[in-house]
């Protein structure tokens, strides 16, 4: 094993031996990843053979952090089908060993993490992205404590993936949910059930799920999980939780979405980050008398609103993600900050002064968590060490300025990302360009099918 960065905890031979002591009846264990759109790739694996995982690793190819949103291979940056796909060394995640309490057999699961440079860097996985980012900050002796917040619509269960979505019918009340009724524990009790497994499942898989809330559309609901100080858990989190819903949704009959925009008229569904930073006596250097926070938070602000729109591409991955961003649906149209105010970017929530934090309100619930943490934490290190002040907070409803320098479209993100110096020194050069090639392929595949709305225009032409 040639790659080990130092954030990155691999499982061992002895924490496979005693999940298996415990749990006896497994039959296989399935090593798994999250890739670039959060669709769980990986390999099923006997129990007799799983073993081999914790001592030697196992070979899956690079390009599987390389797909688009279909699962195809479209070569980015020469990777794929130009090098003949060649294999990494992945390793187990150590304490993501957990039972499938979804599945009707007794099967388990574990992240694997590429930690091999036999050919290419490491660096192609997004979770060494994210550890590469970390490492920046040991020379300013800083932690983190940091929870996701994750909004997804449920739907009826369709019978083609060509079909539209339909906002979920109760299986309570045996109706479709109608109106806007954020915050409504009636919504909460109708699928009671389907969140009451959610919480369970999350129990067992140690996915430290808290709150649950209804959210601003029907079917639209929100999963907080709770701080940790570890910034690669908190992702690896994240990206579990969203399995854990989906499968969940199957189990009840249902799917769960993390779609930014499904339904035009309705809101979008984001994924929210807070996240605060302790020095070296555990004192939160956010803390302060004033409700916006401390100089440091200043400074972090300042980072972020400098990166966001170079960012805003792992923000806002695909092309409609761009339509969650629209005035007074509490979603950005900015990057303005501010205390205890939803419709800014970057919100300080009202708290006690250890608690003070920075709420990222601007990725699409669908994006890479990996990926969403080392972009806000990269801006936030180049925030810190250069002390870049931030504009005025505002206390006023910011969704009335847009700002026209915000990107409206997938095209113009890529265009920032690939030229953006500042990602190519936090990410790799590297890995800015494999990126950038990955979304510009996908969006050509994407415009190469005939959309509806051509056949309903321009058909009798």
């Known amino acids: 094993m040639t790659l080990n960065y130092n954030k990155v905890s691999l499982g061992t031979l002895d924490e496979f031996n005693s999940f298996f002591k415990n749990n006896p009846n497994i039959k296989y ?13 990986g390999k099923r694996l006997p129990i007799n053979e799983a073993e081999k995982l914790f001592k030697s690793g196992i070979q899956f190819c690079y390009s599987t952090f390389l797909l688009d949103v279909t699962g195809y291979c479209p070569d980015a940056a020469g990777r794929g089908f130009s090098d ?24 388990a699961q574990v992240l694997i993490t590429i930690q091999d440079e036999s050919r290419y860097s490491s660096i192609v996985d997004p979770r060494n992205v994210l550890a590469k980012v970390l490492e920046k900050f040991d020379d300013l002796k800083l932690s983190f404590k940091i929870a996701f917040e994750l909004e997804f619509y449920l739907f009826n269960k369709r ?8 906002s979920a019918i109760s299986n309570e009340t045996n109706r479709k949910s ?26 067992i898989q140690n996915i430290p799920a808290t709150t649950a809330s209804s959210e601003f559309a029907p079917a639209q609901f929100e999963i907080n999980l709770k701080h940790t100080d570890e910034a690669l ?37 984001g994924m929210h980050v807070h996240l605060s930073i302790f020095d070296q006596d555990n004192k939160n250097i956010f803390a302060s008398k004033n409700e916006e926070g401390s100089e440091q938070l200043r400074f972090a602000i300042g980072g972020l609103q400098k ?27 900015n990057n303005s900050w501010g205390p205890n105010n939803r419709s800014v970017a970057f919100r300080i929530p009202r708290s006690d002064n250890n608690a003070k934090r920075i709420e990222h309100r601007v990725a699409g619930a669908e994006a890479n968590s990996y990926l969403v943490l080392a972009a806000i934490l990269s801006g936030i290190h180049l925030g810190l060490i250069n ?47 494999m990126y950038s090639d990955l979304k510009r392929k996908e969006l050509k595949s994407f415009y190469s099918e005939i959309s509806d709305i051509e056949y309903k225009w321009y058909l009798n032409l």
């Not at 019978?159 to 339909?166: A, M, V």
């Not at 109608?178 to 129990?203: A, S």
């Not at 847009?402 to 110096?421: C, H, Q, R, W, Y």
Request: aromatic letters at 12%.
């Open 387 to 433: 002390k870049l002040e931030p504009s005025k907070f505002r206390i006023d409803n910011a969704c009335a300025d847009a700002d026209p320098e915000m990107p409206k479209t997938i095209e113009m993100s890529i265009g920032l990302f690939e030229n953006s110096e500042f990602c190519k020194s936090y990410y790799s050069e590297e890995y800015v360009n």
């Open 84 to 107: 003949g796909d060649p294999d990494a060394t992945y390793y187990p995640v150590a304490g993501t060993l957990k039972k499938m309490p979804w599945h009707k057999d007794s099967l």
């Open 307 to 333: 990166t966001t729109y170079d960012n805003f591409l792992i923000f806002a991955p695909n092309v409609n993600s761009y339509r969650r961003f629209e005035p007074d649906q509490f979603v950005p149209v």
């Open 29 to 41: 264990v399935d090593a798994i990843l999250s890739d670039l759109s959060g669709i769980i790739r």
């Open 178 to 203: 109608e109106g806007t009724q954020v915050y409504g524990m009636r919504e909460l009790d109708e699928f009671y059930e389907f969140l009451e497994d959610v919480n369970k499942f999350c129990k």
């Open 233 to 269: 858990k908190a992702a690896d989190d994240a990206s579990l939780l969203r399995r854990v819903i989906k499968e969940t949704a199957i189990k009840h009959d249902y799917e769960a979405s993390f779609l930014s925009k499904p339904f035009v008229n309705e809101t979008g569904s």
């Open 159 to 166: 019978k083609s993936i060509l079909e539209k979505p339909i």
